[in-house]
């Protein structure tokens, strides 16, 4: 009798187990399995490399007037890296332009060292084959500012006028597709193929998103840009092509900056 | 010239624990550009890591491994201030070695 009751028990006991189990198996969604598949990469994440190669561009003379970029006034003061980039975009004075990350590194290469606006901007994403100066130095510098807490400002009238237009872009509805970014980002649980898409409506997902860029595409094998992420959804809107360091795209980071403040950097990341 | 690589070396108990990223674009030779031609096959094809002289790891790789590899791997026997270099030579006869200390 006992021993009847210790088998039924037993059994009973595996059947709860089995069925925990299966529940468990379905709860772990494809977005988990990705989130999972970036951690197990986030180890050796190749944007070291691009980092690496970034310092040294950082420091090594080039152009006409043969001269580093050590000098670059990021916002905290020439030659500060560190956490510069958790307060950009930003006004700044000398330009009398609101810049991020990118436009300011074409201004640098222009008044440090000599190049013309055409020579600063020529191919700014790297490809198969082709190493570029601009994706280098913004993983180096962004890697600086890792840890550090988002702090974006609108206190000059310029960068709360740049804040304004990156809204209106954002909600923007257009082209051929009828679509603005909040088409796909101002709604919970929508999917690209099997990617997830942040509502970055929410605070919790445009802090998630905007912190994780730049990312190295596992895909691409590259460093991917922030100029370079507004510039792909704008292709994948079907907009007019999205000019690199434009006013729009500026004021569209600046917007998509500030909605993550308070959260603290964390790229550049990796991504399928 | 091959861009540096970027190597990590640090106990992890009495083993010691290396970490390396290599920067290669890794063709497999069967691939096509936007013209339709092929683009030759470009790959690391010999590893080694060697610890104060001694061949601690030697490994044949081939055109399925990742561009930008990354490799990780424990070997016993080294201490903290040891060298660890790593060495690796592509299809096309480029090499590169780049060594780490351990801490």
Redesign the interface.
Known sequence: MNRTWEAAARAACAALFLAAGGALAQERTAVEEIERYRQALADGNPAELWEARGEALWKQKAGPKNASLEKCDLGLGPGVVKGAYAELPRYFADSGKVEDLESRLVTCRMTLQGLTAAEAKKDPFGGSGKKVVNDALVAFITAESRGHVMNVKTDHPKEAEAFEIGKTIFFHRGGPYDFACATCHAVDNIRIRLQDLPNLTKKADAQRAYTSWPAYRVSQGEVRTFQWRLEDCFRQQRFPHLEFTSEASVALTLFLAKNANGAPFNAPAIKR | MA??M?IRASMSGDKVEV?V?M?H?METGTRKNSKGET?PAHFIQHVTASHNGKVVLSAQWGPAV???P?L?FKFAGGKPGDKVSITWTDNKGDKRTDEATIS
């Open positions: 861009d540096p970027k970490k990223l920067s674009d683009i990742s561009k930008n990354f990780s």
